[in-house]
């Protein structure tokens, strides 16, 4: 009997950036099941201060605190407008999902609310797609997705950026002007072969910066951390 597509959720930072790279990766290898998309609008220290800090974490579930935060936002709503659209979110939050995503950026070190230790903390615990979920962090910010000067770039491991540059928020635009296609993103990678190239690469560059033999596909999510921090 064929298996039954998967019904996904993913929980991003912003509304634009993640979800346009999702949907491209969705296109591009024509991925079966449904997709929904949510953005958290804030960073990911907001949401471990909001949903981890002095709270039982055996009892977090990450669709919950969202819909109790898009209720709260709903009572709060002043236009009919607001409101259908809120509660489309909270109907979305409220379905069965197999698997769970959660994109967010570092943010490091241009936010002061940095934390490696909560940073740690969130990476342990959203571990697995099929129950509580699973944390992808962006390295500094998802515009690094887009940072390639050709596809494929045999410079990509070397690619490396400063902290006064994301302190001066100097990052997204140096992307611009560095990556092909330069501020046409959405002309990036156009096929198949691209993304699956630009894949291969991160892969490549996750080993490269963990400095670990490379003894399966990917790197614990954990030791890319404790290399970028």
């Not at 471990?48 to 109790?68: C, E, G, P, W």
């Not at 509580?132 to 390639?148: R, T």
């Not at 045999?154 to 902290?163: A, D, G, I, K, R």
């Not at 140096?174 to 330069?182: G, L, Y």
Request: net charge neutral; glycine share 2%; aromatic share 10%.
């Amino acid at each position: 009997m064929a298996s039954k597509p998967a019904n996904i959720l993913i929980i991003s930072e912003g509304a634009v950036a993640e979800e346009a790279i999702m949907r491209k990766l969705q296109k591009a290898y024509g991925l079966d099941g449904k997709f929904e998309y949510t953005s958290y609008k804030t960073n990911i220290y907001v949401l471990y201060n909001q949903m981890f800090a002095d709270k039982d974490i055996s009892v977090l579930d990450i669709q919950s605190h969202l819909r109790t935060k898009e209720e709260k936002a709903y009572s709060k709503a002043t236009t009919d407008d607001e409101r259908v659209k809120i509660a489309l979110m909270i109907d979305i939050l409220s379905r069965n999902y197999s698997e769970i995503y959660l994109i967010f950026d570092i943010e490091s070190p241009q936010d002061e609310k940095y934390c490696p230790l909560k940073i740690r903390r969130m990476t342990m615990y959203f571990n697995d797609a099929t129950d509580m979920g699973k944390l992808y962090i962006s390295y500094p910010m998802v515009e690094s997705f887009y940072h390639m000067a050709s596809i494929p770039d045999v410079n990509y491991n070397t690619y490396t950026t400063q902290t006064n540059m994301l302190v001066k928020k100097q990052y997204k635009q140096r992307v611009r002007a560095e990556s092909r296609n330069k501020k046409y993103f959405d002309r990036f990678a156009i096929n198949e072969d691209e993304c699956t190239t630009i894949i291969e690469h991160n892969i490549t560059k996750a080993w490269h910066i963990t400095t670990k033999t490379r003894d399966k596909l990917i790197p614990d999510s954990i030791d890319i951390l404790e290399a970028q921090l």
